[in-house]
């Protein structure tokens, strides 16, 4: 296997600030398909690490090697918050999903998969579709979400976690979780964030939405009759709750100080920049629904689902979100303490790590 890029070496990786003790790094490459990855596992106390595949044209490597430190980390905790017997990791593939992503490429992923002979178990993240798991699994068994090992596309189960998350939150905040009349603006019109979005407008909230994708802004708009944003403005906009469903660093010194909502929840992983953001919202008077407890959803339908069965045993640990999030919340107020941080503690009682 072939590094990804010569800036990266062996000693960077190991003093990179998002390493966190990492068992394993792998760069990938496969010339004939121009597959550039990096598969990350970052610990497999509970069982064989496992994260989904993402798909997106970093500027550079070394961009790309944070992404996948921070979410397989990041994927660590939401199985041990979720009560999984997995572990964590990532993979990130350096491409555009529109213009470079084929079904050839995904195939040589899912070669080196196989390699990795269950270590890591990869299933579909931004820029993968149900499709591209599918030609993954052609050359591995380490895969899921695909119709051979349970119920398919997760993302419906994300999005209900996370709108199950929501209630919770405005249960917290304004002591009830009715979504009727309050404003929601979602930032990321993808799989789950338009999932999101029918759920919201079906429950009577009124929605402002954004994405760089103009045409699913044209649906969203045509469906929900909603309020559109550019990308930009989606956390500035007067609402209720902010929703980032897109990618992460949403949350950051500069965007926390021009935040309107009082709750901010989504299915975004990493979506505080720094550990010092969380403070920052606290500060502010905003609850911050951490982001891998809320969307686990989509990791317990390919976790605990079985082809032609499981969705009942899905859906209602999925539903168990808020319960988690409650008591979150809860333990914050109790403890003076960020909600993240009280999250962090739940998950690495049960890693072992306190």
Request: aromatic residues 4%; negative net charge.
């Amino acid at each position: 296997m072939n590094a990804v890029s010569k800036t990266i070496s062996p000693s960077t990786v190991f003093d990179h600030t998002e390493f966190a003790d990492h068992e394993d790094v792998v760069f990938v490459r496969d010339k004939a398909t121009g597959l550039k990855a990096i598969i990350a596992v970052h610990d497999t106390t509970c069982g064989p690490a496992l994260g989904g595949c993402r798909v997106w044209p970093y500027e550079t490597a070394d961009a790309a090697l944070t992404d996948a430190l921070r979410l397989s980390r990041g994927m660590s905790y939401k199985n041990a918050l979720a009560g999984l017997d997995l572990g964590g990791g990532k993979a990130v593939i350096i491409a555009d999903p529109r213009k470079d992503k084929t079904a050839e490429m995904m195939e040589a992923f899912g070669r080196h998969v196989e390699r990795l002979s269950g270590t890591y178990i990869t299933a579909e993240d931004v820029g993968v579709s149900p499709d591209d798991m599918e030609a993954v699994a052609r050359h591995t068994r380490h895969v899921r979400g695909t119709m051979a090992t349970g119920l398919g596309d997760p993302s419906p189960y994300t999005a209900l976690g996370v709108f199950a998350g929501l209630k919770a939150a405005a249960a917290h905040v304004h002591g009830s979780p009715d979504l009727s009349g309050k404003t929601v603006s979602v930032l990321g019109l993808g799989h789950v964030g338009y999932a999101l979005c029918q759920m919201l407008h079906e429950a009577g909230a009124k929605l402002i939405v954004s994405d760089i994708h103009a045409p699913a802004v044209l649906r969203a708009l045509d469906e929900f009759d909603c309020q559109a944003v550019e990308p930009s403005e989606a956390h500035r906009i007067e609402a209720d709750i902010f929703a980032p469903c897109a990618l992460g660093g949403i949350l950051n010194s500069r965007t926390i100080p021009q935040l309107s909502a009082k709750i901010v929840a989504g299915a975004a992983n990493n979506q505080l920049q720094t550990p010092l953001d969380g403070t920052l919202l606290r500060d502010r008077g905003i609850l911050y629904a951490p982001d891998y407890a809320i969307n686990a959803g989509g990791v317990i339908s390919i976790a605990l689902a079985t082809p032609g069965a499981g969705e009942d045993k899905v859906r209602t640990k999925t539903l168990a979100i808020a319960d988690t999030l409650t008591e979150i919340f809860k333990r914050a107020d109790a403890e003076n303490d960020t909600p993240e941080r009280i999250a962090d503690r739940m998950a690495e009682e049960r890693l072992g790590k306190r």
